[in-house]
């Protein structure tokens, strides 16, 4: 069951790697800002719709999914993000996590290259694993060397046969730019738990709400992007005649009239429903549904986010002719997988599985749930009848984390009368 | 609704094999682990009514030799579903 989920992760990757292939031509003609609004508008509204449709299709099995409730969470704060509002989040990650992000990808692809482009993925999991304050053990030391010799291979090998647009600062700072905007989606996109009524809406559901509200969800988040859209090109406009940034902006108002004709290309169509609405479709079904005694979802998906620039040098190669050594491109791709299973083994070996069950001072379980919800680790929290009241299911990065979470947490709060820890050894259904 | 319920084994020496092979074969029976501490195995079961989890251990889960005991905690509600 797991294998298969794990295949979806791997698929959405894949047509993610294909994206820069079937762009990489439009850019010739249409200005870049265009092509992202093609993708996020279209993209947004497409899975917005979705949402919409299986809401209303769930709802004869399942009376208590309807568009009110997905309403309701529109309308609610968000308790990992100061609880501002979620439309303000979804501001938040749309604007710098997409319309930077993704508009300054594919401006890095238009000056830069492909193989160039690829280089801000494995230099954005290298920031985001140093600021994890994850352990740091001998296979994550091995895992990020890896990473940044593939990175010294690719700019190598690039300028070893490189071409004149290499030279133009304008390009590098669109690298720049995507870099450190996908760091901070990377950081950033999870950060939406289910709250308290989500939690008893998605186990009478059977995780159907889950992937209601991942739709919901995106579908606002693109269509946000989509708006930022205007701001940040009339910013642009404001720079020097001379400057490539501007001449993408004035081209964007130019053509903005041709979105219709870039829809039906089959670039566009690729990139709206290929490239983007069945990639999320893909990666929501695995989420929704992703047994909880491996690997959370999480760290698969950003273990398995590695075959996205793997894929886009092979395929920026292969099809796109982009100039690059052979012998090095052997090398990259196989570094790169490499990293895959080194972070697999850096992930597993420390990880802790457990479940823990608490005995509680009468009454006093609310505060208890209310002083544990947010602490990282615990995954699943049941009340229960019979010996225990509560019963955790935790994963620990490490046993020093795991032993730190039950001295600092559990035993040492006032209203957790008894502790008792069950390691998982092997999990064996 | 289904009714979730998380059964702790106690098993004699040498029994867990056997006991694990015979609880997968429960269909109610959505997930298996094997444990440190003062059990060896945690199940997890799903049933739609308590009845049906009376059966499991009536018919099948009683009738298996290897287990000395088990302690069963029926969820009332999952607090927390981490996504």
């Known amino acids: 069951m797991q294998q298969q989920k794990t295949w979806m992760i791997f698929l959405a990757n894949v047509l993610w790697a294909l994206l820069p292939i079937a762009v990489v031509e439009l850019f010739q003609t249409y200005s870049v800002f265009l092509i992202f609004l093609l993708r996020f508008f279209f993209g947004g509204a497409f899975i917005l719709v979705t949402g919409i449709i299986l809401t209303l299709f769930y709802k004869r099995n399942h009376p208590e999914i309807n568009l009110k409730i997905l309403g309701k969470y529109l309308r609610s704060q968000n308790p990992d993000y100061r609880h501002l509002h979620q439309f303000g989040y979804f501001a938040i990650v749309g604007s710098i996590g997409f319309t930077i992000h993704i508009s300054f990808f594919f401006f890095s692809i238009k000056f830069l290259g492909i193989l160039v482009t690829v280089i801000g993925f494995p230099i954005s999991l290298i920031l985001v694993s140093i600021f994890s304050k994850e352990t740091m053990d001998m296979f994550k030391g091995l895992y990020l060397g890896v990473l940044i010799i593939a990175i010294i291979l690719i700019g190598a090998g690039r300028i070893q046969l490189a071409e004149a647009n290499l030279q133009d600062p304008t390009g590098w700072l669109a690298l720049l730019l995507f870099t450190v905007s996908l760091t901070v989606l990377m950081n950033q996109m999870a950060k939406d738990p289910l709250q308290r009524w989500e939690t008893q809406l998605v186990i009478q559901t059977h995780g159907v709400y889950k992937i209601l509200r991942m739709l919901t969800k995106i579908g606002f988040i693109f269509l946000i992007a989509a708006a930022f859209i205007f701001p940040l090109t009339g910013i642009l406009l404001l720079l020097p005649a001379d400057s490539l940034f501007q001449q993408e902006a004035v081209k964007f108002y130019a053509q903005l009239g041709s979105l219709g004709t870039l829809f039906l290309t089959w670039q566009g169509l690729f990139l709206i429903l290929g490239a983007t609405v069945t990639c999320y479709l893909l990666l929501f079904a695995a989420e929704a549904y992703w047994p909880r005694s491996a690997l959370p979802f999480d760290t698969w998906s950003s273990l398995l986010s590695i075959v996205e620039p793997a894929g886009s040098v092979i395929f920026g190669v292969l099809i796109v002719n982009e100039q690059f050594p052979i012998d090095y491109l052997f090398i990259v791709v196989f570094l790169l997988s490499l990293s895959i299973l080194l972070r697999y083994v850096h992930e597993t070996s420390n990880k802790v599985i457990a479940y823990v069950a608490l005995s509680l001072v009468p009454q006093r379980e609310k505060q208890v749930f209310q002083d544990l919800y947010h602490v990282k680790g615990i995954q699943s929290m049941a009340s229960v009848v019979g010996d225990y009241d509560l019963i955790l299911f935790i994963q620990s990065s490490s046993i020093v984390a795991f032993n730190k979470l039950v001295r600092r947490k559990l035993e040492s709060h006032p209203d957790v009368e008894k502790v008792k820890v069950f390691l998982v050894e092997e999990v064996l259904k | ?83």
């Open chain 2, 1 to 83: 609704m289904p009714i979730t319920a998380i059964i702790f084994f106690s098993l004699k020496h040498g029994a867990s094999a056997q006991v694990a092979q015979a609880l997968k074969k429960i269909p109610e029976i959505t997930k298996i682990s094997s444990v440190t501490g003062d059990f060896d195995l945690i199940a997890e079961a799903q049933v739609e009514q308590l009845e049906q989890l009376h059966d499991i251990f009536v018919n099948k889960i009683d009738t298996y030799e290897g287990i000395i005991n088990t302690t069963t905690a029926v969820v009332l509600k999952e607090l927390l579903e981490k996504s």
